[in-house]
């Protein structure tokens, strides 16, 4: 294992700390928890919290601050945050307006926020949720599509209303409609080691990609020949496209890397699609980004997704924010 | 060599496109030729021009919009420009007002950017230059210190300046008390390869570092086992306190991804810092960057570059800015 880390066991408090010690008056981290928290919390306001395992940098302490979320909660890489955890954060944003907890769906996140938000509720504490599942190539597994890219972008659009004073169902709503318009797709051409593991998840031939990654390092739904870039994207936004109507609607597109892609790389992806998506079906780009939002540590590789846009949805993805990963 | 792109021969153009592709309204890339600029060029302000070889991405195409460049011209990877395409990015953006080009400090880019410059001026544009020499690993060489992340500093703070009507000298001014207060140091764990050349730009072993390097995927000026991230981070810290007089002063800190590097190592770099800085010299850390700022293509390892404050160079650095790469 070849990294830039001090102790395997202290990566995730120690990330935390020096982004944390990035961002003075604007985020902190709570002692003895790896909770990252808005310095100053707004109260007359739904209370956003997000989090799930680590390794997904920036995602999620990355995105907390103005318009986006309150708090984030880091479990162990690639590892749920224990219930506890999880209660211990909503316990310290909740107000009377209530929070919403924006939570990936993969099992153990579900299981373990639904536990902190049950404790939290037998607290009298106003707290609801929704599952994010943009993942298509996982569309047809036990657990169905998992979380991946797009929960950034509720994280955004939910974020965006919460600021205006909108309440909690109001909140939810608009989250819930998001997950309902956003697709996502990844792949991969390196494998990543979580630090405490110490060896690759898979290994891969200098030919070989990873079709239908996660983001926890697993290998995809195929392993293929490795194509040339168009090729690729072209396969992956079919793939979306085949499980949501995105005609005749304009989207954003999000070109994320998964934690050790060039960005050269990352846009020379993204000069395919634009044109791609207007011959099929005159799905028109909004707007694009490009970086790495949710990661799986070190991997080479990419997602796609593509968020379907409505009048609102894109008032809210063009509001003002002000966090260490996104600022508009 | 395993990356996601269509052509080796291609790299360069496909990327612009794919970035400007991103940023309709605000970039526009020059027909037949590797130069971004931006959508709508304000001829009232003194322009400023950077580039060189490609591989550096975001940089420095990235960098271009409101508050930092006007055009950026782009070499293939890891070559200068030619004069000819350099003068054809100071002819574009020239106005009345003058055009300065930010230049880093290697045989290459200086020697074209020399010449046409030159040619420009023969052609009657008010066109004037800096030389960006940050890199302290490299003092001792017969080039001198290499133009390094500091960079994306200068690029900041002229362009601020550049945007409030500030006549030639004084941009070129500010930018040169830039240069003069900012230093940086890399290293790698990783080497990175070029796509026309195919192999990797040297070996190194799993307990490997190469300790300074530039960002043309070259060797550092030592290869040392690899230690820990705090030790690491020490001993560059040391080196570039030891090439300027930091004490008593604020900084701004750039924990630079060299393209390969999970956020979540960054962050683990940067929280050794600010207590670091604070108990020798009583340096006191004014903001933190963290990020791919200026990059060797895939290539894992970071910089630090540490830039000397005072009140003018903060408030420029502080200034509203508008770019692909870089927001406030």
Redesign the interface.
Known sequence: ???????AAD?ER??????V???PGKLVKLKNHNIVLRANLNKNKVALVSGGG??H??AHA?YVGFGMLDAAVAGSVFTSPTAGAILKAIETVANPRGVLCIVKNYTGDVLNFEIAIEKARSEGITVDYVIVADDVASQSTAVGRRGVAGTVLVHKIAGALAETGANLAQVKMIAQRTIDNVRSMGMA??PCTVPANGVPSFELS?KEMEIGIGIHGERGMRREQ?T???G?TRKMLDRILSHLEYAGHEVV?M?NGM????????????????DYLYRNGGIE?YD???G?YM?S??M???SLTLLRLDDELKMYYDAAVDT?AL??
């Open positions: 294992m070849k990294k830039i880390i001090n102790n990566v120690e990330m935390l700390e020096g982004l010690a990035a961002s680590s390794g940098e920036p990355g051409i390196t200098d490795l040339n870039a168009d690729i597109v070109v934690g050790g892609t060039p960005f050269m790389e990352l846009c020379i992806v993204n000069n395919f699609i634009k780009v694009t980004m490009i790495n990661t540590i070190e080479a590789g990419f260490f600022k508009k």
